[in-house]
């Protein structure tokens, strides 16, 4: 059965950084483009950053521009999320998803499968 398994959140100081995992199992993920989302109490899911299969393209949102980095091993079937420079607002459940489209997307529809996340809480 395939499986997303996020790990490496915590409690971190506004400007501190973080590191988020996601190791994929159960099934190839081969082709797939691999996102990572974020939800905070009473909204909605909201998209953070996609990269597609070869590593070679990534996907940003505007408000982690500059501050957040994707990337992958293929041969760990894990991405990451490298987290700089972190604000309050940051502040969320952080979710792993893969989506088999192979495009990169913000779109939640277009991620089939899900990890069950990791909290990511900065103070202030």
């Known amino acids: 059965q395939a499986q997303l398994v996020e790990s490496g959140g915590g409690l971190v100081q506004a400007g501190g950084s973080l590191r988020l995992s996601c190791v994929a199992s159960?099934?190839?993920?081969?082709?797939?483009?691999m996102g990572w989302f974020r939800q905070a109490p009473g909204k909605e899911r909201e998209f953070r950053a996609a990269?597609?299969?070869?590593?070679?393209?990534?996907y940003y949102a505007d408000s982690v521009k500059g501050r957040f980095t994707i990337f992958r091993d293929n041969a760990k079937n894990t991405v990451y999320l490298q987290m700089s420079s972190l604000k309050p607002e940051d502040t969320a459940i952080y979710y792993c998803?893969?989506?088999?489209?192979?495009?990169?997307?913000?779109?939640?529809?277009?991620?089939?499968?899900w990890g069950q996340g990791t909290q990511v809480t900065v103070s202030s």
């Open positions: 998803a893969a989506s088999p489209y192979g495009t990169l997307t913000s779109r939640t529809s277009a991620y089939t499968y």
């Open positions: 990269i597609t299969w070869s590593g070679i393209s990534t």
């Open positions: 159960g099934r190839t993920f081969s082709g797939y483009t």
